[in-house]
């Protein structure tokens, strides 16, 4: 995989979402063709390989999108990055089942670590933004979490960044973009 060409995802889970789990809500939807539209950008613009971390509500979302474009561009990958094994065990059935057929697809899996332990997911997070040149983030703006982390870690690589907020998902909330290119 050539880092220059490949992108990771990151966002909040759907407990951070003011609509939860409805992926019913109008905003949902928004986002989700937002989120499309953004990863069908950075294919135009090269990007042939993908990078999830596999969480509920964005990474899962940003894989799908992934396959969708997939179907008529069978060059792209999806590779999907785990915190540990049994990192769905306490989502819903339905979350389960997503996740599962998602990884069945996907083109490569790659475990940071086989046990859960507490850096587990921050190797993860890590790990994601070490092996791409773009991250695609969904993200708040709030300063504490996973995602926070994430994208702060990104900027202090100098990697490429887009932000859509899931609070205005029609719009790109910021551009980031290291200074270095």
């Known amino acids: 995989m050539m880092i220059e060409r490949c992108c990771a995802f990151t966002g909040h889970r759907p407990k951070k979402f003011p609509w939860g789990y409805d992926e019913t809500d109008a905003r949902c939807v928004t986002l989700k063709r937002m989120l499309s539209k953004q990863i069908a950008t950075l294919v135009g613009a090269g990007y042939t390989a993908f990078l999830s971390g596999m969480a509920e509500g964005s ?11 997939k179907k008529e561009n069978p ?4 590779h999907c ?7 769905a065990d306490q ?7 997503l996740y599962y057929s998602i990884l069945k697809q996907a083109d490569s899996i790659v475990y940071v670590n086989r046990k859960y332990n507490k850096e587990c997911m921050l190797k993860r997070n890590r ?3 070490e092996h791409s040149a773009y991250l695609l983030a969904v993200y708040n703006g709030e300063w504490r979490g996973g995602t926070a982390m994430t994208v702060r870690y990104a900027r202090k690589l100098g990697r490429k960044i887009t932000i859509l907020n899931p609070a205005t998902p029609e719009r790109l909330e910021r551009q980031y973009t290291s200074d270095t290119e």
């Open 59 to 69: 990474d899962t979302w940003a894989a799908l999108a992934v396959f969708a474009l």
């Open 75 to 78: 060059a792209l990958k999806l």
């Open 81 to 87: 990055v785990l915190p540990c094994e049994g990192q």
């Open 91 to 97: 989502w819903s059935a339905s979350a389960r089942e």
């Open 127 to 129: 790990y994601l933004v």
